[in-house]
């Protein structure tokens, strides 16, 4: 108020000045009590300068003009001579920011979004902007269905011209949703309707998923999600044509009220394309999804769009432009679809930019790309290279960005972003265990050794159970072709009576040398060959097949292995993969002249279905199957058999225990150990679904699981009661559970809390297993 009329004794002067002194010339301008305003700031908003003829009215209408610029409390007008004096009178300056109760909307994001709206420290302050401001954040937090939220300011006065804000919130709660009603429907119930709206009445997982509370912005999603649902079933004329939310006097409900008008449906006369047709038009007509004589569909019609530029992309025209033009003929109902091909120019990529990649050599990152600079776009080849790139296992995210080169119409520059993730793990450990004593273990596995993209593992190991020795080094671009060389080196001393297996003893000695051959974008072949030295050492319960083996065959073997691979990896990424499928078989076979003939071959399957489109819920299928057996010159070895059992096949049940078990020596009172066979047979499903109240998902996994499966043999030592030849499908073991994968700075940890169904008196329960180094 006192503002007020100072500012209009100043015009009240000015008047007065007016009436008793003719109009004059300004010789000379002088400013009086500025402190943070800088004098550029009041002549830029002060129109008058040295050497202008004024009046009273002149004076007046500049002195106005200088106070809207909203930095001076007062203002007053003085005349020296021909000299005018303006005596200014700061508003103060904001010194701090206090806001408090907020949770909802960080801070930070409050104090940028004051910034933005022209509030910040150090400005000067202006209480107009400041309520403008509070009524902003009362809209935001309504816009958010908290509707009882509440904005309270004050002013607090400093020393030097100063003041401080506090601004204080009450976010109130979020009104939930206490009705939706759908007003105008014939064709589709209000149950079928409210199913496709991501707002829901207050539910059992309502307390989690927060589906009953308002938004403004799911409701404007839900609504188009409505008209999509119609206009796909052909309803060309559906019409959402009002939309009513109030809310309670309490203001902690919602009833929403949608009216529609359904329209009729329409059909598909025909679909034609015109324009440039730099592909040919049959080719082109392959991508289109609408047909005559179809429903209407606009889905289908922007997915006709968005593959027809795709298509014109994978041939270099990457900013083609495909304009699909509906023509509605109200007497049949029906609609003629022509797609308008601009195709532009040829594109060719200039450069191909890397960032993100701190440990990860750019070589190695270039090596898995299928476009190539200074070459034809392709958007096949763009988007194959991220795909190859996420497949690596090395990098957390992928993100390519294309980018028109200024001044060109025919050139891009690709830019991939990749965050890199831990692509391996290592172990050093002293432990006991019950079953395995003294453990001193350190083990080294890195994916993406040194930033090379080869993969080194090396291990040393001592228990009771197991003493290894073993190195192996994979150099998956050994040609710039994509010929892999792999080879390993490793000793192995193993007691199988103490890792709950029957009971005798390995000492191996190998090493061998393979190669991989890519097939396709998806497929490799692999061939290799190991040569290993084995010897068996028995025990006095050592099962009597054991012992028959070795008076067959003898206790030491050396053998010739020959081996050979597919592998078919249609999946996503190389950890966590969220769609896809990825298969694999391969067979080892001794050569002639070794000490055993025999065969082994393997094959896994495993598949991901997404079930919604962010990809947080999906259904995964796998199968792992085996088959081994002599070549008809010697016996199978034993040491070769198939093992079931663990996180790895069965969960739910100790690792290796399942399938058939060992006769024991005659007059041993043991019980007789897993022995295994020679057919495995395993697999099952997996519910994957999003961690809760985690933000970012990329580093964990969570599941609910059933598996299936156990070990079987083709050729029982007579009398062995523990054996029954064949595939026994009642002995299928079953399990179901819960499992948790997280990526861990030392690597992949998971574990899993299982449950057998049909467990037996003689099997081994293991209810909690956990692994390093091994994801779900």
């Not at 476009?371 to 988007?383: C, K, L, R, V």
């Not at 395995?436 to 890195?446: A, D, E, K, P, R």
């Not at 179901?736 to 997280?742: D, I, K, R, T, Y």
Request: hydrophobic share 35%.
């Amino acid at each position: 108020m006192k503002r007020g009329i100072r500012f209009l004794a100043a015009l009240a002067l000015l008047a007065a000045m007016a009436q008793n002194a003719f109009a004059f010339k300004v010789t000379d301008i002088r400013l009086e009590g500025l402190q943070r305003v800088s004098p550029g700031i009041v002549f830029r908003n002060f129109p008058l300068t040295a050497g202008d003829e004024v009046d009273s009215q002149a004076l007046a209408d500049a002195v106005r003009r200088l106070f809207r610029s909203g930095y001076f409390d007062d203002i007053e007008v003085l005349r020296d001579g021909d000299a005018l004096v303006l005596q200014l009178h700061e508003r103060p300056a904001i010194s701090k920011i206090k806001i408090d109760g907020n949770s909802v909307i960080e801070t930070e994001d409050l104090i940028n979004g004051l910034k933005e709206s022209g509030l910040q420290e150090g400005d000067v302050f202006k209480r107009a902007t400041l309520e403008k401001i509070r009524g902003d954040l009362v809209r935001v937090y309504a816009s958010q269905g908290r509707y009882g939220a509440v904005v309270n300011t004050e002013v607090e006065r400093s020393p030097g011209n100063r003041v401080v804000l506090n601004i204080t919130i009450n976010e109130g709660k979020v009104a939930a949703i206490q009705h939706i009603n759908i007003v105008g429907n014939e064709l589709f119930s209000d149950e079928e309707l409210r199913d496709l709206f991501s707002l829901k009445l207050t539910n059992f997982w309502s307390f989690y998923k927060k589906d009953d509370l308002y938004s403004r912005q799911k409701l404007a999603g839900d609504l188009e999600q409505l008209r999509s649902f119609y206009m796909d079933k052909g309803y060309l004329n559906f019409a959402v044509n009002s939309t009513q939310v109030s809310i309670t006097p309490d203001r902690k409900h919602i009833y929403i009220t949608v009216n529609i008008q359904e329209g009729e449906q329409y059909r598909v006369r025909d679909v034609d394309l015109s324009g440039e047709m730099v592909v040919p038009e049959s080719e082109l007509k392959t991508e289109l999804q609408l047909k005559a004589g179809e429903l209407f569909s606009r889905r289908k019609m922007t997915d006709s769009r968005e593959a027809l530029v795709k298509r014109l992309g994978n041939d270099g025209y990457m900013f083609a432009n495909v304009t699909p033009v509906p023509e509605v003929h109200e007497e049949d109902k029906s609609v003629s679809i022509r797609y308008l091909i601009d195709p532009g120019k040829r594109t060719y990529v200039r450069r191909i930019n890397i960032k993100g990649n701190t440990k990860t050599a750019d070589v190695v990152v270039r090596q898995n790309m299928q476009q190539m600079e200074a070459a034809q776009a392709s958007s096949a080849a763009i988007e194959r290279s991220k795909v190859k790139l996420e497949q690596t296992g090395f990098f957390r995210t992928v993100n390519v960005e294309t980018r028109p080169v200024p001044g060109t119409d025919d050139q891009v520059d690709l830019e991939y972003t990749v965050e890199e993730q831990q692509s391996g793990s290592l172990g050093a450990s002293v432990g006991f265990s019950q079953n395995s004593g003294l453990i001193l273990n350190l083990s080294v596995t890195q994916d993406n050794f040194l930033g090379s993209g080869k993969k080194v593992a090396f291990a040393i190991s001592n228990s009771d159970t197991l003493t290894e020795y073993s190195f192996s080094q994979l150099d998956p671009y050994y040609t710039v072709d994509g010929v892999s060389r792999g080879y390993e080196l490793y000793y192995r001393e193993r007691d199988f009576d103490e890792d709950d297996v029957s009971a005798y003893t390995t000492d191996e000695l190998g090493g061998g040398i393979n190669f991989g051959y890519p097939i396709d974008d998806f497929q490799r072949l692999s061939f290799g060959a190991n040569v290993e030295l084995v010897s068996i050492n028995t025990a006095i319960t050592t099962p009597q097949e054991i012992l028959d083996f070795i008076d067959n065959e003898g206790d030491s073997y050396a053998n010739l292995i020959f081996k050979a691979g597919w592998r078919d990896n249609h999946l996503n990424r190389g950890f966590f993969p969220s769609r896809g499928y990825s298969q694999s078989a391969s067979i080892e076979l001794s050569a002639p002249g070794s000490d055993l003939a025999y065969y082994r071959s393997q094959y896994n399957y495993k598949s991901y279905y997404p079930l919604d489109r962010d990809e947080g819920w999906i259904l995964s299928l796998r199968t792992r199957l085996g088959y081994a057996d002599d070549l008809g010159s010697n016996e199978f070895p034993f040491y070769k058999h198939f093992f079931a059992g663990g996180l790895r096949t069965v969960r739910g049940f100790k690792s290796n225990s399942l399938g058939p078990k060992g006769s024991p020596q005659a007059g041993s009172n043991e019980e007789p150990d897993p022995f295994g066979g020679n057919i495995l047979i395993t697999g099952g499903a997996e519910m994957i679904f999003p961690v809760p109240f985690v933000k970012d998902q990329t580093g964990l996994r969570t599941l609910v699981f059933f598996d299936a499966g156990n070990v079987f043999d083709t050729s029982c030592a007579s009398g062995n009661s523990n054996c029954d030849e064949g595939i026994q499908f009642d002995e299928i073991r079953y399990s179901v559970g819960f499992g948790l994968s997280w990526l861990t700075p030392v690597g992949p940890l998971s574990f899993a809390i299982s449950q057998p169904l049909n467990d037996e008196a003689d099997d081994d329960v293991e209810q909690f297993q956990f692994a390093l180094g091994q994801t779900f």
